[in-house]
């Protein structure tokens, strides 16, 4: 099983994608990802802010994976 620091570039791709158009939430959504296997819960929270703005179909889930952090 390999784990996202197989990949560092695989970040930077997906910033930058996200930085040219910031409606494409599945970006946002891997970087969460990333930076949740960092343990950063920081950045984890105010990621997750936006995408429950821009991935208003998800919101509930986004808003369960917030309250979920805590645990991390």
């Known amino acids: 099983m390999f784990k ?3 990949f ?4 930077e791709q997906l910033e ?4 040219k158009n910031p409606k494409v939430y ?14 950063n819960k920081e950045k984890c929270f105010k990621i ?3 995408l ?6 998800r919101k509930k889930y ?3 994976r917030k309250q979920n952090l805590n645990e991390i």
């Not at 930058?16 to 930085?19: D, G, R």
């Not at 429950?52 to 179909?57: R, S």
């Open 8 to 11: 560092p570039y695989l970040k």
């Open 52 to 57: 429950v703005e821009i991935d208003y179909i």
């Open 26 to 39: 599945n970006c946002l959504a891997l970087i969460f990802d990333l930076e949740l296997e960092n343990k």
């Open 62 to 64: 986004w808003l369960w």
């Open 16 to 19: 930058s994608v996200f930085e």
């Open 4 to 6: 996202f620091f197989d």
């Open 48 to 50: 997750i802010e936006n």
